[in-house]
């Protein structure tokens, strides 16, 4: 079994070999006791959450209004990962707005309203990725990946079979959908949302 870290220097290769424009599109890591500070903030202590933010800081620069081609887009949705003064301003409107549960983590957006939440509740779904978004009409968050690990693993292995690849006449990230959905499903066995489609 493969370990978090392993997977995450994994998921850093695989960007830089596949997705590299938006790769350095992504923010330094910030120093781990300012990783901690910021973690006990939004009251988590999840190892694989201390990795996840100690290996970058974020992508969007604004948080709020990337402009095009500053997104740092890794995911399928074209969602990027947000730094943790994001997550905390995020958690403070999302708790005045009811958007979702605070045990609801945002850890991704793609700037349009479209989130990918951790679940820090403990339980059985404890780690757990589940989706926001509104357009697409996911008003109760949905569980689509197992955990933060098997998010990276899918990325990898969308990436390597050509299903996630970099798209030059875009200048971004692109996906085969069905294709994505398919995989997804089978590499996350707890999913909501890919096994609806």
């Known amino acids: 079994m493969n370990t978090f870290r392993s997977v995450l220097q994994k998921f850093d290769e695989t960007l ?14 910030l120093p781990p006791e300012e990783v901690a500070h910021k973690m006990a903030q939004l009251g988590l202590a999840d190892e694989q ?7 970058k800081t974020g992508a969007m620069p ?8 500053e997104l ?6 074209l969602a990027s990962p947000l730094s ?19 045990h609801f983590v945002p850890i991704a957006a793609d700037g ?10 403990p339980g059985e779904n404890y780690g757990r990725i589940y989706l926001f978004c509104p357009s697409l009409l996911v008003i109760d968050p949905e569980i689509c990946y197992d ?18 690849y970099y798209d030059e006449e875009q200048e971004d990230l692109d ?11 089978k590499m996350n066995s707890h999913t909501e949302y890919f096994k609806e489609g």
């Open 16 to 29: 830089r070999k596949y997705n590299k424009p938006n790769y350095d599109l992504l923010r330094p890591p």
């Open 72 to 77: 740092g887009t890794v995911f399928f949705m």
């Open 147 to 164: 955990s933060l690990q098997t998010l990276l693993e899918t990325t990898i292995a969308a990436c390597e079979q050509g299903i996630a």
């Open 112 to 121: 349009g309203g479209l989130y990918l939440l951790f679940n820090s509740m």
């Open 49 to 55: 959450l201390k990795a996840w933010f100690g290996w």
């Open 84 to 102: 943790l003064d994001s997550i905390i301003r995020h958690q403070k409107t999302s708790q005045a707005g009811s958007w979702w549960e605070s």
């Open 175 to 185: 996906f085969d959908s069905k294709k994505y959905r398919k995989l997804a499903a």
């Open 62 to 69: 604004s948080d709020y209004d990337p402009g095009p081609k």
